[in-house]
């Protein structure tokens, strides 16, 4: 099993930035994809970024030139660096990673509102 803690999330001003963390735990081998994902309310659940264990990163269109993913290896833990806030990027943020199996982290809510 695979445990994944999300940090970071909270309400931010338009303009403002956050950055989300998640550390995953337990029986870790070999992480490989790591990644976030948002669901608004009343929408699907949609790719943010994600990162290969070599550093690959892609980004959805949305997104592109204002967040940042990151990983460190060592701490097994992913991160995504958010600048330049919308409202429309207020969701709910899920991590997501690949051992073997597919895990997701429990959620964390970002609100972009004045």
């Known amino acids: 099993q695979v445990q994944l803690v999300e940090s970071g999330g909270g309400l931010v001003q338009p303009g403002g930035s956050l950055r989300l963390s998640c550390a995953a735990s337990g029986s870790i081998f070999r992480l490989n994809g790591m990644g976030w994902y948002r669901q608004a309310p009343g929408k699907q659940r949609e790719l943010v970024a994600g990162?290969?264990?070599?550093?690959?990163?892609n980004y959805s269109e949305p997104v592109k030139g204002r967040f940042t993913i990151s990983r460190d290896n060592a701490k097994n833990t992913v991160y995504l660096q958010m600048n330049s806030l919308k409202p429309e990027d207020s969701a709910v943020y899920y991590c997501?990673?690949?051992?073997?199996?597919?895990?997701w982290g429990q959620g964390t809510q970002v609100t972009v509102s004045s």
């Open positions: 997501h990673v690949v051992v073997g199996l597919h895990y």
């Open positions: 990162i290969t264990r070599g550093g690959r990163t």
